[in-house]
Each structure stands twice: as structure tokens, then as C-alpha cells.
């Protein structure tokens, strides 16, 4: 188990008068604007890099909470972090609790002491600490010292990526070894073949040679160098500011791995911690997700631990969805003295501000995204897999029965394949087509697409019909048509039709008499006409009511049962219990795949 922050208490310090909170591998701050989030994040930094915000120094006049001066005492901003060890360094305790103080008097230094503790269960089983009396003070030193904490400020403009470029190079060049000493000696060797003239004209007016030397320190440089798309030419600070953001984890992620690969065998390894300020700035939601889920990858990895403010339901969101390793904070302002603390309210989403107004929308757009991800790799997989066209359908009681159908109308589907999952439905065989339409536009497989809808899906084929673009040729949904048993009653009912309309009457007195279907409501199908007379008392002329017309399948699994009942008849009669028509659906789907 790695090192990382499990508690954190903070005193006097800006908005903060005393705040403690516990702490996990990732640790979502939740607020509106102005409660004191970053100060969090701020005292974290003091204590690790002695800088409050970004490149800025401890200013006792700004920083030291308002009120918090003590009488007969100096003024004095105390940070105390417990932190978990690593089962190595166990004989120390279950965890250090390490604190500093700041004084007025003494800005430009702080108090430093750091004491183990053991977590003991007393006789009525509450937990008790000891104190550790002796550590091992050399080893444990080298692993806090060897902590590496990054603020990651709400303005990442473009000082911070300098800054972050030459710590790049300061990190490659401990890797690398005397690799770029010998890159810069033949660089200036090829420097000076060009300006011999300017360096032989500078000795003969001056008498001593004068040349041409890269500094020794390559950071300056670095600050200067740019990512740059080699295809296309664009250069990162050319591009948004949303894509500039996403560099930033990886680029971190980069140099925390390059530096857990100077420890030398059996030395303390570096413990890498990030505080990360409003991650969400300049992206949108897909990429805040995305961004999140990066985060919760490299933890445990090369990454400790992040620490992150946050006005984002959809990061949140992907934090909630990962509770063993996350956990989440509503930070306040009380209204009496107006400090920052914690909000014992569970209702994080009220503390975000106005983002709660849609805050469960974004959270079943996540879902909804996630879902079509895991549906996009599985796509990939199956056409990696199998080079066949596909037909997408709602459920495995119509993959059974189409398979079933294929084979006793002996039609050649050699190349394509029939798929599903379990509880598809109409949204998930519409999401299908469509990512694979876009999946083809780019991939060029050769391959096409089709899905077959229930008639309640026919908007789905509207919106689809409406699609000009040149990738709709890849894919397309086609509903089940009406055959002449259905179109018979059409008059005198309405019918929302599915593919069990095709089995024939005797198939759906089987099925009620085990059980399988339910009566529906005489609104689902009779006409408002006959509903209104059948209110009024008067049945006459109301026609008899069909069986396919009046029940319906009570579960899917009795769907199921029923194909399966289909599928095991010979193909002779098959035929005979159901209609002609699905014969013409997927005659019509293979045409279309094959064009």
C-alpha cells in the first residue's frame, strides 16, 4: 500500500480557522464559489513546497486567518497531515502524523516534528492511539522527504506549461544519464561549422576565441519547446485550452513514473501527490469524465493520491462510482464567523452551485455515455473477431427465432451475423447501427450494418430517415411490416407490432396455457371510439378480440422460453406457426447489407 494523506487538519490559515477532514486515494473538495476549497489545497502546498498558490511565497499579512490571533502569542498557521504508511515501514506505526507551524516572527522558516502512532482496540472495543517512542527515523525521513506534491492551479495558463516543460527536462535529464551532454557537445559542433566565419572574425579583433555554448541547464529550453500535431503542424499552444488541459495528467503521470525509476534498490521510492484545482476548467462533460477516469487509472500506479476541487456533477459522478478509493467533501462557509468547513449534509449537489440544477441529467448522460462505450469496444472486438455484416436485434428471443427463421426459409446469411444482448432493447439496437456507422465512416472495413425494430421504435426510424449524411449507407433499422393477419384487425385495433405478431394463434394459446402472457389494458388497443361505447354500456358491434391482440408476453424470459419452443420444431413446421412476412423482413436486410 502506498503512502498517502488519510487526515489533514489545518489551523489559521486564510478563510481556514480550524478544519479537519479525513482523506482518501482520490478526494473530491465539493463547493460553491468563495467557501475556501483551495485553501486546502493551498495549506497542502505550503506544507510541501512552501509556496501558498503557484510560484507564490507564504505572506503572513494575507494568508494568517483574520481572527485568529491569540492573546500573549504569536500568530501562527499550523498544518498537520496523518499519513498511512507503507507496510515497510510498519515498525513505525500504522501511520505518521506530521505537522509544521508558521510563526509572524519567523516567516521565512517553519517548525517541523513527526511522531508514529499505532491504532490499538481497548477492552470496550474503541480505538486508542499509542505513540511509537522509537522510529526509525533515517528511512522514514527518506520516504517523507521524498514526497513530491503538485499543485495543479484553476488557471493553467501559458507560464504554467513553461514551467511544466522544464520540469520535464529536469526529470529526463536525471533518466537519461550523460546522453544529453553528448547531444549538446555534437549540437554545438554542427553550430560552430556554420558561424566559423563569426567566431574567427570575433578572435582576430579580440585575440581569444569566443564560441557558441547551450547552458548546461536545458530548462530554459524546454519552457520553449512546444507538442506539435507532425501531420497537420498545430502546435499545442495553438489549440484550445480544453486540450491543453487533458495534457496535463499525462505529462505529470510521465514524469512521476521517470522519477520512480531513479530510486535505487531498497531506498525509500518517491511518493507522488497531486492537487488538483477544478480539473473541469475549459472541458466538456465527455472530457471531464474521461479526464477523471485517467485519474483513477494512474492511482495506485505511479500516483498516490489527487486531491481536487471540483463544481462538476460529472466528475462527482465518476468519484461516486468508484467508492473504494473515493470519497467526497462539501465545503461551507459558516454564517456566524464566516470559516471555511465541512458540510454535514449529504446532499453534495446542493453545494455545487447552479450545476445542481442538472445534476441528475448529467448523471444518466454518464451512464448512458458509459453504456455506449462498453458497446463501441464490443463492437470493435466482434468485427476484429468475425469480418461478417451484422444485424442487430432487441433481445435473445428474437435472435433465436431469427436464427431458427434463416434456417428453415434456407437463406444464405454465410456472412452476416445475428446479435444482441441481454436486455438490448430499442435504444441499444439504435445505438449500434448508429456507432457503427460511424465506426465504418473511418475504418473502411467494407462491412454494413442493420437493426430490426419494434413498431414502439418506428420514432427511431424517423430520426434515422432524416440522416443525409455520407456514413447513414453503412447502417440502417428497419422495422417488422405488418403481415395479413395483423393488417386484418388494424381496422378495429391498434397494434404496437413486435416480432410474436408473426408466430400464429394456435403459438399464442400454447404460451397463455403456460403461463407465459398477461391480459392488457382495453386502452392499449381498442380504438377511443369503442372505448367510449364500451364506458357507455354498449358492446354492439365491437369485434371479437384476438388473442395476439388482447394479451401480451409477461417477461422477457417467457419471450424467451417461447422461441425456444419455435426453434426446436422442424423446419416444415415452423413454417406452418409462423408468418410469411418475416421471410420478407430479412430478405429485405440482406439485400441491403450486400448492395
Same mark, same amino acid.
Given at each position: 500500500?502506498?503512502?498517502?494523506? &488519510?487526515?489533514?487538519?489545518?489551523?489559521?490559515?486564510?478563510?481556514?480557522?480550524?478544519?479537519?477532514?479525513?482523506?482518501? #486515494?482520490?478526494?473530491?473538495?465539493?463547493?460553491?464559489?468563495?467557501?475556501?476549497?483551495?485553501?486546502?489545497?493551498?495549506?497542502?502546498?505550503?506544507?510541501?513546497?512552501?509556496?501558498?498558490? @503557484?510560484?507564490?511565497?507564504?505572506?503572513?499579512?494575507?494568508?494568517?486567518?483574520?481572527? +485568529?490571533?491569540?492573546?500573549?502569542?504569536?500568530?501562527?498557521?499550523?498544518?498537520?497531515?496523518?499519513?498511512?504508511?507503507?507496510?515497510?515501514?510498519?515498525?513505525? +506505526?500504522?501511520?505518521?502524523? $506530521?505537522?509544521?507551524?508558521?510563526?509572524?516572527?519567523?516567516?521565512?522558516?517553519?517548525?517541523?516534528?513527526?511522531?508514529?502512532?499505532?491504532? #490499538?482496540?481497548?477492552?470496550?472495543?474503541?480505538?486508542?492511539?499509542?505513540?511509537?517512542?522509537?522510529?526509525?527515523?533515517?528511512?522514514?525521513?527518506?520516504?517523507?522527504? *521524498?514526497?513530491?506534491? *503538485?499543485?495543479?492551479?484553476?488557471?493553467?495558463?501559458?507560464? @504554467?506549461?513553461?514551467?511544466?516543460?522544464?520540469?520535464?527536462? &529536469?526529470?529526463?535529464? %536525471?533518466? =537519461?544519464?550523460?546522453? !544529453?551532454?553528448?547531444?549538446?557537445?555534437?549540437?554545438?559542433?554542427?553550430?560552430?561549422?556554420?558561424?566559423?566565419?563569426?567566431?574567427?572574425?570575433?578572435?582576430?579583433?579580440?585575440?581569444?576565441?569566443?564560441?557558441?555554448?547551450?547552458?548546461?541547464?536545458?530548462?530554459?529550453?524546454?519552457?520553449?519547446?512546444?507538442?506539435?500535431?507532425?501531420?497537420?503542424?498545430?502546435?499545442?499552444?495553438?489549440?484550445?485550452?480544453?486540450?491543453? %488541459?487533458?495534457?496535463?495528467?499525462?505529462?505529470?503521470?510521465?514524469?512521476?513514473?521517470?522519477?520512480?525509476?531513479?530510486?535505487?534498490?531498497?531506498?525509500? *521510492?518517491?511518493?507522488?501527490? $497531486?492537487?488538483?484545482?477544478?480539473?473541469?476548467?475549459?472541458?466538456?462533460?465527455?472530457?471531464?469524465?474521461?479526464?477523471?477516469?485517467?485519474?483513477?487509472?494512474?492511482?495506485?500506479?505511479?500516483?498516490?493520491?489527487?486531491? =481536487?476541487?471540483?463544481?462538476?456533477?460529472?466528475?462527482?459522478?465518476?468519484?461516486?462510482?468508484?467508492?473504494?478509493?473515493?470519497?467526497?467533501?462539501?465545503?461551507?462557509?459558516?454564517?456566524?464567523?464566516?470559516?471555511?468547513?465541512?458540510?454535514?449534509?449529504?446532499?453534495?449537489? *446542493?453545494?455545487?452551485?447552479?450545476?445542481?440544477?442538472?445534476? &441528475?441529467?448529467?448523471?444518466?448522460?454518464? &451512464?448512458?455515455?458509459?453504456?455506449?462505450?462498453?458497446?463501441?469496444?464490443?463492437?470493435?472486438?466482434?468485427?476484429?473477431?468475425?469480418?461478417?455484416?451484422?444485424? @442487430?436485434?432487441?433481445?435473445?428471443?428474437?435472435?433465436?427465432?431469427?436464427?431458427?427463421?434463416?434456417? =428453415?426459409?434456407?437463406?444464405?446469411?454465410?456472412?452476416?451475423?445475428?446479435?444482441?444482448?441481454?436486455?438490448?432493447?430499442?435504444?441499444?439496437? @439504435?445505438?449500434?447501427?448508429?456507432?457503427?456507422?460511424?465506426?465504418?465512416?473511418?475504418?473502411?472495413? +467494407?462491412?454494413?450494418?442493420?437493426?430490426?425494430?419494434?413498431?414502439? =421504435?418506428? %420514432?427511431?426510424?424517423?430520426?434515422?430517415?432524416?440522416?443525409?449524411?455520407?456514413?447513414?449507407?453503412?447502417?440502417?433499422?428497419?422495422?417488422?411490416?405488418?403481415?395479413?393477419?395483423?393488417? /386484418?384487425?388494424?381496422?378495429?385495433?391498434?397494434?404496437?407490432?413486435?416480432?410474436?405478431?408473426?408466430?400464429?394463434?394456435?403459438?399464442?394459446?400454447?404460451?397463455?396455457?403456460?403461463? $407465459?402472457?398477461?391480459?392488457?389494458?382495453?386502452?392499449?388497443?381498442?380504438?377511443?371510439?369503442?372505448?367510449?361505447?364500451?364506458?357507455?354500456?354498449?358492446?354492439? +358491434?365491437?369485434?371479437?378480440?384476438?388473442?395476439?391482440?388482447?394479451?401480451?408476453?409477461? /417477461?422477457?424470459?417467457?419471450?424467451?422460453?417461447?422461441?425456444?419452443?419455435?426453434?426446436?420444431?422442424?423446419?416444415?413446421? !415452423?413454417?406452418?406457426?409462423?408468418?410469411?412476412?418475416?421471410?420478407?423482413?430479412?430478405?429485405?436486410?440482406? /439485400?441491403?447489407?450486400?448492395?
Amino acid at each position: 500500500m502506498d503512502l498517502y494523506i &488519510k487526515r489533514i487538519e489545518i489551523k489559521n490559515f486564510r478563510s481556514i480557522k480550524k478544519l479537519s477532514l479525513d482523506m482518501n #486515494k482520490v478526494s473530491l473538495l465539493i463547493g460553491k464559489n468563495d467557501v475556501g476549497k483551495s485553501n486546502i489545497l493551498r495549506a497542502l502546498n505550503l506544507f510541501f513546497n512552501n509556496e501558498v498558490d @503557484y510560484l507564490e511565497k507564504l505572506n503572513f499579512d494575507r494568508d494568517f486567518y483574520v481572527d +485568529g490571533k491569540r492573546k500573549g502569542k504569536a500568530d501562527e498557521i499550523s498544518v498537520v497531515l496523518d499519513l498511512h504508511l507503507p507496510q515497510t515501514y510498519k515498525a513505525n +506505526g500504522d501511520f505518521v502524523r $506530521w505537522k509544521k507551524t508558521w510563526r509572524r516572527d519567523k516567516e521565512t522558516t517553519y517548525s517541523d516534528s513527526y511522531v508514529g502512532y499505532r491504532v #490499538k482496540i481497548n477492552r470496550l472495543k474503541k480505538e486508542k492511539l499509542v505513540e511509537v517512542r522509537k522510529l526509525r527515523k533515517t528511512n522514514l525521513g527518506k520516504l517523507l522527504s *521524498r514526497i513530491n506534491f *503538485r499543485y495543479i492551479p484553476a488557471n493553467k495558463n501559458s507560464n @504554467y506549461f513553461d514551467e511544466l516543460r522544464g520540469e520535464i527536462y &529536469k526529470t529526463i535529464a %536525471s533518466d =537519461a544519464g550523460g546522453s !544529453f551532454e553528448k547531444t549538446s557537445k555534437s549540437f554545438e559542433k554542427d553550430i560552430e561549422k556554420h558561424i566559423k566565419e563569426l567566431t574567427g572574425a570575433l578572435k582576430g579583433s579580440l585575440g581569444f576565441d569566443s564560441h557558441l555554448k547551450l547552458p548546461n541547464d536545458l530548462t530554459s529550453i524546454f519552457e520553449k519547446l512546444e507538442f506539435i500535431d507532425p501531420i497537420k503542424k498545430i502546435q499545442l499552444n495553438q489549440r484550445g485550452d480544453g486540450i491543453k %488541459s487533458r495534457h496535463i495528467p499525462h505529462i505529470l503521470n510521465f514524469m512521476a513514473e521517470k522519477q520512480k525509476g531513479l530510486v535505487g534498490k531498497g531506498a525509500p *521510492r518517491y511518493t507522488v501527490i $497531486w492537487g488538483y484545482e477544478e480539473p473541469e476548467n475549459n472541458l466538456e462533460i465527455t472530457s471531464c469524465i474521461e479526464l477523471m477516469n485517467e485519474i483513477f487509472l494512474y492511482i495506485g500506479r505511479n500516483i498516490s493520491q489527487c486531491i =481536487a476541487t471540483t463544481h462538476s456533477p460529472a466528475i462527482y459522478n465518476v468519484v461516486k462510482e468508484n467508492q473504494e478509493s473515493g470519497m467526497t467533501h462539501s465545503i461551507v462557509i459558516n454564517d456566524g464567523d464566516r470559516t471555511t468547513e465541512i458540510s454535514k449534509e449529504l446532499d453534495v449537489f *446542493r453545494h455545487i452551485g447552479a450545476t445542481a440544477l442538472y445534476a &441528475k441529467e448529467i448523471e444518466s448522460f454518464q &451512464k448512458d455515455l458509459e453504456e455506449k462505450s462498453r458497446n463501441i469496444e464490443i463492437l470493435k472486438e466482434e468485427i476484429k473477431n468475425e469480418q461478417k455484416h451484422r444485424i @442487430y436485434v432487441e433481445g435473445l428471443s428474437d435472435k433465436i427465432l431469427l436464427e431458427k427463421a434463416v434456417d =428453415a426459409y434456407q437463406l444464405d446469411f454465410s456472412n452476416i451475423i445475428l446479435c444482441t444482448k441481454r436486455g438490448g432493447g430499442d435504444n441499444y439496437v @439504435y445505438d449500434m447501427v448508429k456507432q457503427f456507422k460511424l465506426f465504418e465512416k473511418h475504418e473502411k472495413t +467494407g462491412l454494413r450494418v442493420a437493426g430490426i425494430l419494434d413498431e414502439d =421504435a418506428k %420514432s427511431k426510424i424517423k430520426d434515422q430517415d432524416k440522416d443525409k449524411s455520407s456514413n447513414s449507407k453503412y447502417g440502417k433499422c428497419f422495422p417488422y411490416e405488418f403481415c395479413s393477419s395483423i393488417n /386484418s384487425q388494424k381496422r378495429y385495433f391498434s397494434v404496437s407490432l413486435s416480432l410474436e405478431h408473426y408466430y400464429c394463434t394456435s403459438i399464442w394459446e400454447y404460451a397463455e396455457g403456460k403461463g $407465459w402472457l398477461e391480459v392488457k389494458e382495453k386502452t392499449d388497443y381498442y380504438k377511443k371510439s369503442d372505448i367510449n361505447k364500451i364506458l357507455d354500456g354498449d358492446d354492439s +358491434g365491437i369485434q371479437e378480440v384476438p388473442i395476439f391482440i388482447s394479451h401480451k408476453f409477461n /417477461s422477457g424470459s417467457n419471450k424467451v422460453a417461447c422461441a425456444k419452443y419455435l426453434s426446436r420444431k422442424s423446419n416444415d413446421e !415452423f413454417l406452418d406457426l409462423v408468418d410469411d412476412k418475416l421471410k420478407e423482413v430479412l430478405l429485405s436486410i440482406k /439485400s441491403f447489407l450486400n448492395s
